[in-house]
């Protein structure tokens, strides 16, 4: 058999890259195991701020950590996160953040093995929130409707009515937010 010419490569998608505003807030972990003899002592996270950035742009980030502060397998750590990162709009081309979970033994920090690695699917994450927002968006203006039809009223043949009391008027006659 003659091999075929090589396969093209796939042309680039012309990818929409906005800056969003990146908030972690990050209340603890909980159930570690420890992955040797001693047990879970003060566990920290690393939220790896590289692997969401293209390569050129990563080099001058540096990495975020969260402070060994309580000890335990149920750390509550209580902090935000907040980084500003050009990514795609696209929820498809999103990057995900890679996580990891240490535990600092020692007093200087000399041994740090990890407990485990998660990510964050900002894809995902964007596309709920883009559709939690278009909800929000739409009954705002079924209330909106509501409203300007109260004030009609109010102002026509309602006057001895009180806004609440038209409102309630109108949500029976089938004018309500579910819609």
Do not use: W
């Amino acid at each position: 058999m003659v091999p075929g010419p090589p396969p093209q490569p796939l042309p680039m998608p012309d990818l929409n890259i906005e800056e969003y505003q990146i908030q972690i807030n990050v209340l603890g972990l909980r159930d570690l195991l420890s992955t040797g003899l001693l047990p879970v002592r003060k566990a920290y996270c690393k939220f790896s701020v590289k692997s969401i950035l293209p390569p050129s742009q990563a080099k001058a980030v540096a990495d975020i950590f969260t402070n060994p502060n309580e000890g335990g397998s149920d750390p509550n750590i209580r902090t935000t996160l907040k980084v500003n990162a050009n990514i795609p709009a696209d929820p498809y081309y999103c990057p995900r953040m890679t996580c990891t979970a240490y535990d600092k033994l020692y007093f200087e920090g000399m041994a740090q093995p990890i407990l485990g690695t998660f990510t964050l699917k900002l894809g995902e994450i964007l596309a709920a929130t883009r559709e939690k927002d278009a909800k929000v968006i739409r009954e705002l203006e079924k209330l909106e409707k509501i409203l300007k039809a109260a004030l009609e009223a109010k102002a026509g043949e309602h006057k001895d009515q009180t806004i609440l009391e038209i409102v309630n008027r109108l949500r029976e006659e089938n004018l309500t937010l579910s819609r």
